[in-house]
């Protein structure tokens, strides 16, 4: 009997459909568990992320400026080389997190510090020619903690005896959030003690160290976000991973020809890596951006044998199609109504399969959408 080599084709045995079937489950399970807590956080952060949109709504004039910001916030100048995978993550991490632009160092743990430059950054544009001031705690008759979407925020529950009131609670999420802007240098605050951010500037997205201007309409190196965006409160309800993929998108389809647009932009690895520090989790999140309608991208079959580190997915950026009108939409409607199923709508193949309503229902939580007395098949992949 002879030993195959390395060189030798190995034999990959076929999962069967009892296999396929489990696996599918289990992936359901997991779907639905994370979109019900997301959905929880949401409705808890709902009455802050509602205060902030309508505080938007008084002082945005709604007269379709656009939103500019600098390149270098999302990704960098030049291509990092690609990680060394023999090399365990744990002993890079700190070397891959030093090297990210500024967006992903923002996102490698969950904060409110993105949200709130961005909420800062939108606030500058409305203050337009007075956005080189320093930032007090109000804005008009508003408080910062209301214009990022901070304000109430609090976890539901009896208060513990020692614990800080609520509103103690709600101004050191801000703080918190403020105090991690300065570590990465992207406001300037006070020394470190009480009455610190009592008075704050922004800074250059770009950590240059300037005081932070609008950039100009026609602006080189600018990335432009509609109005909309930030005046439905986008950046307040997607998560960091989903808005670093967002502007990786856009980054990526400006840097395509205009007239090579219509076939989409893609971001293999060597760019999601060396450019925009994102990680394989976070490109994932395309998946959600997709089911918002924020974003359009063509997926292969599952089935079809495409290599994605070759053939990856291509993505049009503005969507040209979604849930309609998304620019007349608040954010947080469009998302907590795409989390009331379980499921995302992808995971319901019933129209490719000429499915009902129950057999779709069977098939989305890994059940065989046959009845028991018909031959199973697997679901597609």
């Avoid at 599952?302 to 070759?310: E, K, L, Q, R």
């Avoid at 620019?327 to 009902?356: C, F, I, S, T």
């Amino acid at each position: 009997m002879t030993d195959a080599g390395e060189g030798a084709p190995k034999t990959v045995r076929k999962k069967t459909v009892a296999e396929k079937l489990a696996w599918a489950k289990s992936r359901n399970a997991t779907a639905a568990e994370k979109r019900a807590e997301r959905k929880l956080e949401l409705e808890q952060r709902a009455p802050a992320i509602r205060a902030a949109v309508s505080a938007y709504a008084e002082i945005d004039p709604g007269d379709g400026e656009d939103v500019r910001i600098r390149e270098q916030f999302i990704r960098l100048p030049t291509q990092r080389p690609e990680p060394d995978t023999n090399i365990p993550y744990n002993d890079r991490r700190k070397a891959d997190l030093d090297s990210r632009p500024p967006l992903t160092k923002l996102t490698h743990r969950k904060s409110n510090g993105l949200s709130v430059y961005l909420s800062a950054i939108y606030i500058a544009h409305l203050e337009r020619d007075q956005s080189d001031v320093t930032h007090h705690n109000t804005y008009a008759p508003y408080p910062w903690i209301t214009l990022t979407g901070l304000n109430g925020i609090d976890r539901p529950g009896r208060k513990k005896k020692g614990t800080n009131s609520p509103r103690v609670n709600r101004h050191r999420n801000l703080t918190r959030a403020l105090s991690e802007l300065a570590d990465h240098e992207l406001i300037v605050a006070g020394n470190p003690g009480r009455g610190r951010f009592a008075h704050w500037s922004l800074r250059r997205e770009d950590r240059s160290g300037q005081r932070y201007e609008v950039p100009g309409i026609s602006a080189p190196d600018t990335l432009v976000f509609p109005y909309w965006f930030f005046r439905n409160g986008w950046h307040l309800v997607l998560t960091g991973n989903e808005l670093a993929v967002l502007f990786a998108i856009v980054a990526q389809v400006k840097s395509v020809p205009i007239y090579s647009r219509r076939f989409g932009a893609a971001i293999p690895f060597s760019l999601r890596w060396g450019l925009f520090g994102l990680s394989e989790e976070a490109y994932l999140t395309a998946h959600n951006l997709s089911d918002f309608g924020l974003i359009d991208w063509t997926v292969p079959p599952a089935d079809s044998g495409v290599d994605y580190s070759t053939e990856p997915h291509r993505f049009f950026w503005p969507p040209r199609t979604g849930h309609g009108q998304i620019e007349n939409k608040p954010a947080l409607d469009v998302v907590l109504a795409d989390l009331e199923h379980d499921y995302p709508e992808r995971m319901y193949p019933a129209a490719a399969r000429g499915l009902g309503p129950r057999e779709t229902q069977r098939l989305a939580r890994g059940l065989s959408p046959m009845q028991p007395d018909q031959p199973e098949k697997p679901p597609p992949y």
